[in-house]
């Protein structure tokens, strides 16, 4: 461990500290969630203003993924290594700071270089939080505690996208970037007096049984045996994998969807700002709750607990993706997308509390970061992808290209449930094998 991390670990809190943090971190996720969403709010404006086509939009939407995904590795290697409080809260300082200056630019050369550096900043932040908040959440509250978190996800979402459309519409699209830009940098501030960096490990109810190993969370491991302790997990590679197919099916949501309302259901700015995001994430906050007890619960019954609500998310979620891509009807449209949310909600609860089932704790934040780079590096194509087929698919209309690429994101949920299914059995099988060595060892001694 760093000399910085070393000395300056808080004291034990309360017991009800824990869930103080995860109230301060969910609304640092808010603005990190309504921060990026704030310019998708906005793209018809964008359009009309500028003049920037279908593909060079989803360049823009693009340009903060790779960033945030390229950078995301380094960033939980170094969450690993130092305080993850000062990551947290510096990120927030810094990519509030670019949303601000998001309000100045007028090229599209400036939109693709302020949401890199935006993505650069916000990179910091999920691998060092949720590594934080694993230290202060054992096996039994953590799907909970991180799918509280996570419903700031959706709320950012819908505040990014409902807010920067309504102040596009009444007083110009600037005006939202310098709004939730100026209220992040505040809270940042605010938040340096309150937040306190645990001791790794903490939480975990093996920590004695890895100290007899001469087995200390406090030190931190090498760059190789970071990689090893993540290439070795099978369960782990596999929901990356699937948080790949995942992400790539929500960035097409997240960055498509005002866009959708607008030319093919005919919605007003900021109506399509606020059903394209109300109807889908308010769904996904009000499940997460929900998803996070369940899994709690099955979590202590059985390997894989946390992986099943996973599972069933998707496995139910596809049938809706493909309704919302298909539908010509403003009302099955806004049911879908709400049932499409709740089951999205289903599987968002447990992305990092079941990683963390098979990842040890001196390595979360790089197995985050790894996770990150995989499912956002991939995800980012999504929006892109849209553009192209709109401009280019099999139908003459390009709203008639945009509802077949959209339909066909539920064979991607699809294949991620099969191989979340396929996770199950390995968790069990992993399982079993530590229950067997762990009962020769007994008899050994």
């Known amino acids: 461990m760093t000399a910085t991390a070393a000395t300056e670990i808080s004291a034990p809190a309360r017991p009800a500290y824990k869930w103080w943090v995860v109230g301060m971190l969910w609304c640092v996720c808010f603005f990190n969630y309504a921060d990026r969403q704030s310019i998708v709010a906005v793209f018809p404006v964008l359009s009309t203003e500028f003049g ?43 990519w509030s700071f670019v949303t601000v200056m998001t309000g100045r630019c007028s090229r599209l050369w400036q939109f693709v270089t302020v949401r890199a550096a935006e993505g650069l900043g916000e990179t910091f932040y999920l691998p060092a939080s949720m590594s934080l908040l694993s230290d202060y959440h054992g096996r039994r509250t953590r799907s909970l ?14 505040g990014g996208s409902w807010l920067g459309a309504l102040f596009a519409e009444r007083y110009g699209w600037r005006v939202g970037f310098y709004f ?28 004695d049984e890895l100290a007899a190993h001469g087995v200390r969370p406090e030190n931190p491991l090498s760059a190789k045996e970071t990689a090893l ?27 498509w969807t005002p866009t959708f309302l607008v030319e093919k259901f005919h919605f007003g700015l900021s109506s399509a700002g606020l059903s394209g995001s109300v109807y889908i994430h308010l769904a996904s906050a009000l499940s997460v709750p929900l998803a996070g007890v369940l899994a709690d619960r099955l979590a202590r019954r059985f390997a894989g607990g946390r992986i099943a609500v996973q599972a069933l998310g998707l496995l139910v979620g596809s049938v809706f993706v493909f309704l919302v891509g298909i539908t010509p009807t403003v009302s099955t449209l806004l049911v879908a997308m709400a049932c499409f949310g709740f089951c999205k909600g289903f599987y968002d609860s447990n992305i990092f509390a079941s990683l963390y089932d098979c990842i040890e704790p001196r390595a979360r934040a790089s ?4 996770m990150n780079c995989i499912g956002w590096g991939g995800g980012a194509l999504g929006p892109l992808v849209v553009g192209l087929v709109a401009r280019h698919g099999r139908h003459a209309s390009e709203m008639d290209n945009m509802s077949e690429a959209i339909a066909s994101c539920g064979v991607i949920y699809l294949i991620g449930a099969a191989a979340l299914i396929v996770a199950i059995v390995l968790s069990q099988r992993g399982e079993i094998g530590r229950r067997k060595t762990g009962t020769e060892g007994r008899e050994g001694r």
Not at 145 to 158: F, K
Request: net charge positive; glycine share 12%; hydrophobic share 55%.
């Open 52 to 94: 920037f086509d279908k593909v060079e939009l989803g360049l823009i939407g693009s340009a903060f993924m790779w960033v945030y995904a390229l950078g995301a590795p380094l960033a939980g290697f170094i969450g690993d290594r130092v305080r993850r409080k000062d990551l947290i809260l510096g990120g927030c300082l810094a």
């Open 145 to 158: 505690a991180m799918s509280l978190h996570q419903s700031s996800v959706y709320l950012g979402t819908i």
């Open 180 to 207: 939730f830009g100026g209220a992040g940098m505040l809270l940042s501030l605010v938040l340096y007096k309150f937040l306190r960096e645990p001791e790794r490990g903490a939480a975990d109810a093996d920590r």
């Open 229 to 255: 302790a993540i290439c070795r997990a099978p369960v782990a590679l596999l929901l990356m994998a699937v948080f790949l197919g995942a992400n790539f099916v929500a960035t097409i949501f997240l960055t």
């Open 367 to 370: 197995a985050a970061g790894v």
